[in-house]
């Protein structure tokens, strides 16, 4: 069964940093490309940032300069790495893979981790 598990969401200040991780059960080269969405209270999910296998990356404008997105193909995990972090980053965040199937593709979320920051 293939899984993705978050962690690392958590209460911080604006301006704050935290990093999210996402580990994947099963190589990370199956997954392409692998990303980050979330959503704030009371709105739809939104991208924030995706991940090609061959290093090539996409930010949300709102996120752009602020949060990187990185892999360690090693550990098979996706990070998010977020630096000066607003109120407005408040969310539950999800990762995300997509991945060859018999037939086509298919998506794959993890279970989602909060992320507060206070003002």
């Known amino acids: 069964q293939v899984q993705l598990v978050e962690s690392g969401g958590g209460l911080v200040q604006a301006g704050g940093s935290l990093r999210l991780s996402c580990t994947t059960s099963?190589?990370?080269?199956?997954?392409?490309?692998m990303g980050w969405y979330r959503q704030p209270p009371g709105k739809q999910r939104e991208l924030v940032a995706t991940?090609?296998?061959?290093?090539?990356?996409n930010y949300a404008d709102s996120v752009k300069g602020r949060f990187t997105i990185s892999r360690h193909t090693v550990n098979n995990t996706v990070y998010l790495q977020m630096n000066s972090l607003k109120p407005e980053d408040t969310a539950v965040y999800y990762c995300?893979?997509?991945?060859?199937?018999?037939?086509?593709?298919?998506?794959?979320w993890g279970q989602g981790t909060q992320v507060t920051v206070s003002s």
């Open positions: 991940i090609t296998n061959t290093g090539g990356t």
């Open positions: 995300t893979g997509r991945r060859l199937v018999v037939g086509g593709t298919s998506t794959y």
């Open positions: 099963t190589s990370i080269y199956a997954f392409n490309p």
